[in-house]
């Protein structure tokens, strides 16, 4: 009678230990790349191209397709929005799913009106943001996007800066990067595969 009562409580223990294992190996994340993934993106404050406060919230519920330039960005940014515009045109009813945001690395001059005239360019579903340099260098280091200003010998400035489109999950989370040199109809399909 000793014996099995230090037996069972033991059994019991091992059980629970087991149960506790496989419930955290079947947590949502396990076997994710780890800590990095989840450090790309994060809560942020910004100021959309119609003047009003936007923050990473507001797009809860949809995919983010987060995209850092600037708009006197001379080919890189112009050609990537585009890719991405036709990727979404691609992709159909889907793309009501997705919000694709462009995020200014260059606030000094890219105001929200800026932004709008801009963007229109590209089609109504962007969403521009912009805000003081240092929300602008806080989102850029929550998404691990190097830029730095770069003076030309006629006294303006350029921006060097990464160029990676960021998916977002519709819970706010990192998915994946996508590449902007794939072309429109690689991206779609990358995106329908996501979705
Ligand atoms: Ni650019």
Not at 70 to 98: F, H, M, N, Q, W
Request: aromatic share 10%.
């Amino acid at each position: 009678m000793i014996r099995r009562s230090i037996l069972l409580p033991g059994l019991s223990l091992a059980l629970a230990l087991c149960v506790a294992i496989v419930l955290w190996r079947l947590a949502p994340g396990f076997g994710a790349a780890g800590p990095e993934r989840a450090e790309v993106g994060g809560p942020f404050l910004l100021t959309d191209q119609n003047g009003h406060a936007r923050s990473d919230r507001d797009f809860r519920g949809r995919w983010m397709l987060v995209y850092f330039g600037y708009t006197y960005c001379p080919d890189v940014c112009p050609a990537t929005l585009e890719e991405i515009a036709d990727a979404l045109r691609r992709l159909g009813t889907k793309s009501r799913r997705v919000v694709p945001v462009f995020i200014t690395l260059d606030p000094d001059r890219d105001h929200a009106a800026t932004l709008r005239k801009y963007l229109s360019a590209f089609g109504p579903e962007f969403v521009g943001l912009t805000g003081t340099n240092a929300q602008i260098a806080s989102v850029a280091q929550a998404y691990r996007v190097y830029f730095a200003k770069r003076v030309l010998p006629s006294g303006t400035y350029s921006v060097d800066h990464a160029s990676t489109i960021y998916l977002m999950t519709p819970a706010g989370t990192f998915a994946s990067t996508l590449d902007d040199q794939e072309g429109a109809v690689q991206l779609e399909k990358d995106l329908g595969s996501r979705l």
